[in-house]
């Protein structure tokens, strides 16, 4: 079953501090991975989007690894900011001609404080 | 339009009533997905259009649901007979679909339209 998990749930950090969340996934074949942002009440905004070969992404303080092998991606929270405080959600994308369905995780609430 | 427009970003109504999100995606976008998501859930796939067609419509949760698309644009969302459950923020998205049908592009959100049947 193409499953997408990650890790931590949920997260506090201090302000200026880094942070690193987790994304494994069983998705096969694997075609892309997308981080997306979403703050509270709004829509997802995508962070970056990898293919399988593809190692690291960055946009900014937020930085992106993928392992194809392992099947695991990191998003790198550099130098956080109260702005960071948000759900982040991994999505992998299974090549078809025919479905569009994109995988998501269940996201990793951060909450960044002064 | 510069980004995908949801309305009504807000609806409040009674159990049994029918409602009816619309979505508008950015111009061009030939993929377009409807997305559910619970307070404090992940994202909930319901259906996916390529054009005017929905290859994937999987994710409907029961015939109370359905979507339409007209002229590879504008999407409605229509839930019939609401019951409490359905509360929760419908959120759509579009993107550039490469060839083939695969969905390769960047994925835009809307605002979503938060639903709340009482």
């Known amino acids: 079953k193409n499953q997408v998990e990650q890790s931590p749930q949920s997260l506090i950090i201090l302000e200026g501090k880094n942070c690193t969340l987790q994304?494994?996934?069983?998705?096969?074949?694997?075609?892309?991975l997308r981080w997306y942002k979403q703050d509270t009440g709004r829509g997802p905004v995508s962070l970056t989007i990898m293919t399988f070969s593809e190692n690291t992404k960055s946009n900014g303080r937020y930085t992106a690894t993928l392992d194809a092998d392992t099947k695991q991606s990191s998003l790198h929270i550099t130098a956080s900011q109260l702005s960071d405080s948000a759900s982040y959600i991994c999505?992998?994308?299974?090549?078809?001609?025919?479905?569009?369905?994109?995988?998501f995780g269940q996201g990793t609430t951060l909450q960044v404080k002064p | 339009g510069a980004g995908v427009s949801q309305s009504p970003s807000n609806k409040v109504t009674e159990k049994g009533k029918d409602v009816e999100l619309r979505c508008d995606p950015i111009?061009?976008?030939?993929?377009l997905y409807w997305y559910r998501q619970s307070l404090g859930q992940g994202l909930e796939f319901l259906i996916y259009?390529?054009?005017?067609?929905?290859?994937?419509k999987s994710g409907l949760p029961s015939d109370r649901f359905s979507a339409e698309r007209t002229g590879g644009s504008v999407s409605t969302l229509t839930i019939q007979r609401t019951q409490q459950e359905d509360s929760a923020v419908y959120l759509c998205a579009s993107s550039f679909s490469g060839s083939g049908g695969m969905s390769t592009g960047e994925l835009f959100f809307g605002e979503g339209s938060r639903l709340t049947v009482l």
């Open positions: 999505v992998v994308s299974a090549p078809s001609s025919n479905t569009g369905k994109l995988i």
């Open positions: 111009s061009g976008h030939t993929a």
């Open positions: 994304c494994n996934y069983t998705v096969s074949p694997f075609s892309n």
């Open positions: 259009f390529q054009g005017n067609s929905a290859p994937d």
